[in-house]
């Protein structure tokens, strides 16, 4: 089978990528709605990934909402250039899931969720309790990419906070972050997810 994007629908376009980029991880981005962060927006994104090592800087992509409107978190981005970017587990897809619906902005998926928030140490910011890793992060760069656009954020990572269950030391000492014990949701097409089945490692020659 040969696809050819220019003769295509943007919508079939992007229902190809999204079920052949796979697995792809998933930002569950938390953003305040308001300069005091008395509340918060969250939402989950997979067009996500590091791009750069020094400075630490992640990307991601976001499309408006179906009304044509700036979604909650492109709004508070772009107004307030800081968010914290969590790795949920695969036991929490239902959560990623529902965080995803549109709503009103104001209106806090964490609210509805009944999840709970707790001080980032040292940032100013929250962070999922629930959330096994969570970065603080300043927006770095914002484009506009593609026809429609798409906004393309480029943020800094300027803190991690790590379940220290998920951590360990290696043989020679150094800290390390076991991916079975952070069991990371990974998306895939339309409404399927993917857990992690097995970790292998391949021995470098």
């Known amino acids: 089978m040969i696809l050819q994007p220019e003769n295509m629908a943007p919508v079939d376009i992007y229902h190809a990528l999204t079920q052949i ?17 008395s ?13 750069c090592s020094d400075p630490p800087i ?3 992509s976001m499309g408006n909402k179906t009304s044509g409107e700036a979604k909650d978190s492109v ?14 587990t695969d036991s929490q897809a239902q959560w990623v899931t529902d965080s995803a619906q549109e ?10 969720l009944g999840l709970e928030l707790v001080g980032f140490e040292g940032t100013g910011l929250q962070r999922l309790a629930a959330a096994p890793i969570a970065l603080a992060c300043r927006l770095y760069q914002h ?19 790590i379940d220290d269950r ?4 290696d043989g020679k000492g150094r800290v390390r972050f076991d991916a079975d014990r952070i069991k990371p949701l990974a998306r895939l097409g339309g409404s399927e997810y993917a857990s992690l ?7 470098r020659r």
Do not use: Y
Request: hydrophobic residues 50%; negative net charge.
């Open 75 to 88: 709004r508070n981005l772009t107004e307030r250039q800081r968010g914290v970017v969590h790795i949920a």
């Open 166 to 169: 998920v951590c360990f030391e």
């Open 197 to 203: 089945d097995e970790v292998f490692r391949i021995d």
């Open 58 to 60: 992640l990307m991601l």
């Open 39 to 51: 509340q918060f927006n969250l939402a989950p994104f997979s067009f996500f990934n590091v791009v």
């Open 103 to 112: 709503m009103a902005f104001g209106e806090s998926e964490v609210e509805r």
């Open 21 to 37: 980029i796979i697995p792809r991880p998933v930002a569950w981005l938390l953003t305040p709605n308001d300069d005091q962060a």
């Open 143 to 161: 484009l506009e990419v593609g026809n429609k656009p798409q906004n393309l954020f480029l943020v800094e990572v300027e803190k991690v906070w």
